[in-house]
């Protein structure tokens, strides 16, 4: 009898257990979609949630997923880093797309390098003045910090260049951005806005200095 006891003890914890499990996937895949629909609309929120799945769970697919999220955002290089941290991974599955899509974004960052150039429209981007927005303007400004090269050379120019479409691509990125050709209107127009100026220095080395951040 106590036998009988002890296995119906068993199954029914086994069962609880499952259950509790299922719970927990169900979840998971229910924070992974809103992240992947937040990435979608170019909310780096999504990318933030993804990165929290990731430290959780450590399922390759999630990193990989952070990576395709970086690359919506327009955040390349840390898209590159994510990427390579997941070739490293053991249970990598997606290493022939995940490779495509490193090469991808290096011909980017070449080719936008190489369009640069004194006849390119300046341009800007106005964000809502609203916690969220300022909180995402206020991370671009401190994860993408663009120095002054030491020397006026075309390669310093065109690294300091890379930084700084780093930095306008992380402002275009934020909740409710509106990005347009031109420079920052003022006074009135300005109204419920902060206006940033792209930087991209768009002439050769010391011929320009950037423009106001």
Do not use: W
């Not at 994510?82 to 991808?104: C, D, F, G, Q």
């Amino acid at each position: 009898m106590a036998t009988r006891f002890l296995c119906v003890g068993c199954a029914v914890l086994g069962f609880l257990v499952g259950l509790q499990a299922l719970g927990h996937a169900q979840s998971t895949r229910q924070h992974r979609e809103e992240a992947l629909r937040l990435c979608g609309e170019k909310n780096t929120v999504g990318a933030t949630k993804l990165r929290d799945a990731y430290d959780q769970e450590r399922q390759p697919e999630i990193l990989f997923d952070l990576g395709k999220c970086q690359e919506r955002l327009g955040q390349d290089d840390e898209a590159l880093q994510t990427y390579r941290s997941y070739l490293k991974l053991p249970l990598a599955l997606r290493i022939t797309e995940t490779k495509a899509r490193m090469v991808a974004i290096e011909q980017r960052q070449a080719g936008q390098a190489e369009t640069d150039s004194p006849t390119s429209p300046p341009r800007y981007v106005l964000l809502p003045n609203e916690p969220e927005a300022n909180a995402c303007s206020a991370r671009c400004s401190t994860t993408t910090v663009c120095a002054e090269p030491l020397r006026k050379s075309p390669n310093d120019a065109m690294a300091q260049n890379r930084c700084f479409t780093k930095e306008f691509a992380c402002l275009a990125s934020c909740p409710g951005a509106r990005v347009k050709k031109g420079h920052c209107p003022t006074g009135q127009s300005l109204r419920g806005f902060r206006c940033f100026e792209d930087r991209t220095r768009r002439a050769l080395p010391g011929l320009l200095t950037p423009g106001k951040f």
